[in-house]
């Protein structure tokens, strides 16, 4: 299953609302996950079952969508929130996939 | 805190083979299946292989199929990669990552490493 992410980089300012986009090439039902990763650091999740906010994460990420499409949005930007973001299918595997990324960048 | 932590890497010769750990802490490693993902330079993350709780089943990229090796010891909650005939596009950070699950049930991670570097060059 290819997972596309539309943006490769938006740039918004902070306290803006951004929405990141997830393409599956099939449907992955509700199977759908989403990073944050900024340079040298450990990639953190963010969102699992398309939706669902991981332990410790800010009610300002939310996540919707099922099936082939998928969105993730942060509102209210904040300093922290400037980084990779990126989906992750898990619903038919071997092998998972990623989408390439989407760079949040201040503007 | 749940930790993981890699080491390992280092510059390559191409054909050349080099074995990744990964150091657990914090949590009952022998409960989760684990993965190796990675990230080339200027690139996204690529998912490498997963192994499930028991060591038993292991799942491999196409990419690496027959080139590398997942395993793990339960008994020092390490979790390995060995790396055979390393080619120049294996050059990547390789992140060690937790599932929330015990085999292929699941299949996303709630802790990963910080990583460490393969390059593989001449």
């Known amino acids: 299953i290819v997972m596309t992410q539309s943006s490769a980089t938006l740039s918004v300012s902070p306290g803006e609302r951004v929405t990141l986009s997830c393409r599956a090439s099939?449907?992955?039902?509700?199977?759908l996950a989403w990073y944050q990763h900024k340079p040298g650091q450990a990639p953190r999740l963010l969102i699992y079952?398309?939706?669902t906010r991981a332990t410790g994460i800010p009610a300002r990420f939310s996540g919707s969508g099922s099936g082939t499409e998928f969105t993730l949005t942060i509102s209210n930007l904040q300093s922290e929130d400037f980084a990779v973001y990126y989906c992750?299918?898990?619903?038919?595997?071997?092998?998972?996939?990623f989408g390439g990324g989407t760079k949040v960048e201040i503007k | 805190e749940e930790q993981l932590l890699e080491s390992g890497g280092g510059l390559i010769l191409p054909g050349g083979s080099l074995r990744l750990s990964c150091a657990a802490s914090?949590?009952?490693?022998?409960?989760?299946?684990m993965s190796w993902a990675r990230q080339a330079p200027g690139k996204g993350l690529e998912w490498v292989s997963a192994?499930?709780?028991?060591?038993?089943?292991?799942y491999y990229a196409e990419s690496v199929q027959g080139r590398f090796t997942i395993s793990r010891d339960n008994s020092k909650s390490t979790l390995y990669l060995q790396m055979n005939t390393l080619r120049a596009e294996d050059t990547a950070v390789y992140y060690c990552?937790?599932?929330?699950?015990?085999?292929?049930?699941?299949?996303?991670?709630?802790?990963w490493g910080r990583g460490t570097l393969v390059t593989v060059s001449s």
């Open positions: 192994i499930g709780g028991s060591g038993s089943t292991s």
């Open positions: 099939h449907t992955v039902s509700s199977s």
């Open positions: 079952g398309a939706s």
């Open positions: 914090g949590f009952t490693f022998s409960n989760y299946a």
């Open positions: 992750q299918q898990y619903n038919d595997w071997p092998p998972l996939t």
């Open positions: 990552a937790k599932d929330i699950g015990w085999d292929r049930e699941f299949g996303y991670f709630d802790v």
